[in-house]
């Protein structure tokens, strides 16, 4: 296992609509492996493969309950409600902002043994799994706000001032 750098807002990896897994083999299993590794290093609550570089429908996420999802292919199949959450990115490090999220989603995916599985989650553990699929399809927190303004700097030492001309607003 090892940690993998995480790219940065700037990075055309981060825009791409990343590619179905077709099957679970060896080397997605130590693409796993590397992404577990680099969430808990970073430290976050999520990690998407295009984070790492690599154009896959890969997302690790692990819950404040210490429970660790690898998804193969995830998909959110039902939202409900919404609410405003806080959120941030380990590929924008030292920046937030608030964000419109639901309150809970089910989810279905491919374990990383490539056997169906549906989540149902709310709270944090439903915020990330949203946040982390959209980095599947090129999309950024950042994305959703209507002014680069709304992102503040959070006091974590120094850190690297966005990358992309403006950030998108949507």
Known sequence: MAVIP??????????????RVPAADRSLQRLIDDMVETLRAAPGVGLAAPQVGVPLRVVVVESAEDELYCLINPEVVKRTGSRTVEEGCLSLPGYRALVSRAEAVVVKARDRNYKPVRIRANEL????????????????????????DELYRVDTGPQPVPQEQDVPAR
Do not use: N, T
């Open 6 to 19: 995480i790219r940065l807002l700037g990075d055309p990896v981060l825009r791409v609509k990343c590619k």
């Open 125 to 148: 553990l439903a915020q990330a799994l949203e946040h982390e699929i959209d980095h599947l399809d090129g999309v950024l927190f950042v994305d959703y706000l209507k002014s680069q």
